[in-house]
């Protein structure tokens, strides 16, 4: 029993030295990095977002020491330079005492289109009448972002401010912080993907315009390059598209299924009346809906609809589309 008792207070000794020395050490790390924590994050989404930037060498110690201090609702919400060679100590406590950054963050989100971005840029301090006008014209920024080109004259930038999360602060205008988003999209449309795009005869825009449509149809990737096949298919028999979410980028509502009253819109926007590709991008398409452009799955379906539950069912034809509609559109 004795032994047994020594075995528990060697063992409570490594892991309580291990703790502390986890707790105090620093990240040697020689990068400061930005990190967010944004308004209602609990704990341990925290804690899941600083191990995958690699700001913390431990989750359990992190969230085992808040817990101790009875801290886990006292993280401030906020932008905060981190330094690489904090420890969990020192970073618990700088959550505790709030962000001294003066930076704040702008979250654009897959699938919006410039009025819902300009929204989300009003919530920073920007204004919204201000970015859409700034937005507007695709030549006003086509010399400096080649990508730009083989886009109408008459374009805005709809569909090429990248969705992701961006910091700016007091000295950012809003020509930088559009800048930023140009240059986020030129980063991510890489070499490889514009050789691609060169060498299955496809301009930019035309990718990003069915990509944008993509985007708006169905959220899962897998999904995504299933339709992907489905709209070039389409496109290829001079089929109308038929997506809803054209029809409510012309009427601006949220509704998943447009009214009979909204598919008889007249606007080249109405893939119902009008075949091929609308007149250009309907939001912002993340990276993997331009991937699902260039490299969709094949497949035999020309037709698919949405659940309420959002599960995507395909069908060969028009009958067995019609029979799909009955059955999962009650």
Not at 226 to 238: P, S
Request: hydrophobic share 40%; proline share 4%.
């Amino acid at each position: 029993m004795i032994k047994i008792i020594k075995i528990f207070f060697v063992l409570a000794f490594i892991v309580g030295f291990w703790f502390l020395f986890t707790l105090t050490s620093s990240n040697d790390s020689e990068e400061a990095k930005t990190f967010v924590i944004k308004s209602g994050q609990g704990v341990n989404e925290i804690s899941n977002n600083l191990d995958e930037a690699d700001i913390i060498k431990s989750k359990f110690v992190f969230e085992t020491w808040l817990w101790l201090k009875k801290s886990e609702d006292k993280m401030q919400a906020g932008v905060y330079d981190v330094p690489g060679d904090i420890s969990i100590r020192r970073l618990a406590n700088m959550f505790m005492i709030g962000s001294e950054s003066s930076q704040q963050a702008i979250t654009l989100l897959e699938g919006w289109s410039r009025p819902f971005m300009a929204e989300a840029v009003a919530k920073a301090g920007y204004s919204e009448e201000e970015f859409l006008e700034i937005t507007s014209k695709k030549s006003d920024w086509q010399s400096n972002y080649d990508f730009l080109e083989d886009a109408p004259d008459n374009a805005s930038l709809e569909g090429y401010i990248f969705p992701d999360t961006y910091f700016v602060d007091d000295s950012t205008t809003l020509e930088i912080f559009v800048g930023k988003c140009l240059n986020n999209f030129d980063k991510k449309l890489t070499d490889e993907l514009r050789q691609e795009i060169e060498k299955q005869g496809k301009s930019i825009f035309e990718v990003v315009t069915l990509a944008s449509i993509i985007e708006r149809e169905v959220p899962v990737s897998t999904d995504k390059k299933m339709i992907a096949d489905v709209f070039l298919k389409r496109i290829d028999a001079g089929i109308g598209l038929q997506s809803d979410a054209t029809i409510n980028f012309i009427t601006g509502k949220k509704d998943p299924t447009p009214s009979l009253d909204d598919l008889q819109v007249d606007s080249p926007y109405n893939t119902y009346k009008y075949r091929g590709l609308p007149p250009g991008p309907i939001a912002s398409p993340g990276i993997d809906s331009i991937e699902a452009v260039l490299y969709p799955t094949s497949n035999d379906y020309y037709y698919f609809l949405t659940t309420p539950e959002g599960d995507v069912i395909y069908s060969v034809d028009h009958d067995e589309h019609v029979a799909n509609k009955q059955k999962y559109l009650k």
